[in-house]
């Protein structure tokens, strides 16, 4: 599961940089979008590269706790601080709570942290090591959570705008899956049941891998959103396996 979890993410995160090298934008989490200029263009070459170079470096397994670290900062600092964060503090506070591209921003860095604890060792640097494991569980959980209470929020959106027609009881899978991402998120935390949260949020990201956004992404092939939906679902999934092999560990 670890070896499994490690390439969704790696597949992922290159797939996500290479779009945002496409698209010129370097926007992991779908941030309000920058003026379009060199200093656009510059940095969705330069972060590309730097995502894709970490994206192999998890797959070869050299330098990988590194690569992913340093990944995990620069989508924090250049996409949810100098993005996310003015747009967040233009807002009130209710309309804040329910920014959840913002949120998935914040849970995609988190993520390279989990990937990066998963090539730590224990007994070196062990509170650093807590301590960026941690930051990683609390943005995932935090994201997850919020998702789920928007399934209940916006379920006219999530039942007829987003849920393929093909797929029967739209209302109940709408609900269903809001509960089960809300119990997810909050079962991250809990040491109990953690695991089986992780691999269960895995599971079930995945199949909207295959059930939701590749159809979704088929029916529109030159959205290039709905292709980050694809890619932003497999990597969710594999830091869920990742993080579900740490919590057995530790």
Same mark, same amino acid.
């Given at each position: 599961?670890?070896?499994?979890?490690?390439?969704?993410?790696?597949?992922?995160?290159?797939?996500?940089?290479?779009?945002?090298?496409?698209?010129?934008?370097?926007?992991?989490?779908?941030?309000?979008?920058?003026?379009?200029?060199?200093?656009?263009?510059?940095?969705?070459?330069?972060?590309?590269?730097?995502?894709?170079?970490?994206?192999?470096?998890?797959?070869?397994?050299?330098?990988?706790?590194?690569?992913?670290?340093?990944?995990?900062?620069?989508?924090?600092?250049?996409?949810f601080l100098v993005?996310?964060?003015?747009? !967040?503090?233009?807002?009130? @506070?209710?309309?804040?709570?329910?920014? %959840?591209? &913002?949120?998935?921003? *914040?849970?995609?860095?988190? /993520?390279?942290?989990?990937?990066?604890v998963s090539f730590?060792?224990?007994?070196?640097?062990?509170?650093?090591?807590?301590?960026?494991?941690?930051?990683?569980?609390?943005?995932?959980?935090?994201?997850?959570?919020?998702?789920?209470?928007?399934?209940?929020?916006?379920?006219?959106?999530?039942?007829?705008?987003?849920?393929?027609?093909?797929?029967?009881?739209?209302?109940?899978?709408?609900?269903?899956?809001?509960?089960?991402l809300i119990a997810?998120?909050?079962?991250?935390?809990?040491?109990?049941?953690?695991?089986?949260?992780?691999?269960?949020?895995?599971?079930?990201? !995945?199949?909207?891998?295959? @059930?939701?956004?590749?159809?979704?992404? %088929?029916? &529109?092939?030159?959205? *290039?959103?709905?292709?980050? /939906?694809?890619?932003?679902?497999?990597?969710?999934?594999?830091?869920?396996?990742?993080?579900?092999?740490?919590?057995?560990?530790?």
């Amino acid at each position: 599961m670890l070896h499994a979890g490690r390439i969704l993410f790696a597949i992922s995160f290159i797939a996500l940089a290479t779009q945002g090298m496409i698209m010129q934008d370097f926007n992991f989490g779908r941030p309000p979008e920058w003026p379009e200029g060199l200093a656009r263009t510059a940095l969705s070459i330069a972060g590309g590269m730097i995502v894709i170079g970490t994206g192999i470096a998890v797959v070869i397994r050299k330098r990988a706790r590194e690569a992913a670290l340093v990944t995990g900062l620069i989508i924090f600092v250049l996409v949810f601080l100098v993005r996310n964060v003015p747009d !967040l503090l233009s807002k009130d @506070l209710a309309s804040a709570f329910w920014s %959840l591209n &913002a949120f998935k921003t *914040l849970a995609l860095a988190g /993520g390279s942290c989990i990937v990066a604890v998963s090539f730590w060792q224990k007994d070196e640097r062990p509170k650093l090591r807590n301590w960026v494991l941690w930051l990683g569980i609390i943005t995932l959980a935090w994201f997850f959570v919020v998702c789920g209470f928007a399934h209940f929020k916006f379920i006219d959106f999530i039942r007829d705008g987003f849920i393929p027609a093909y797929i029967p009881f739209k209302t109940f899978w709408a609900y269903f899956t809001g509960i089960c991402l809300i119990a997810g998120g909050l079962g991250l935390l809990i040491r109990p049941v953690r695991n089986l949260a992780a691999v269960m949020a895995g599971i079930m990201i !995945l199949g909207w891998f295959f @059930l939701l956004h590749i159809p979704r992404a %088929l029916a &529109a092939p030159a959205d *290039l959103l709905e292709w980050f /939906g694809v890619f932003e679902s497999l990597g969710f999934a594999g830091i869920c396996f990742t993080l579900a092999v740490i919590f057995r560990r530790n």
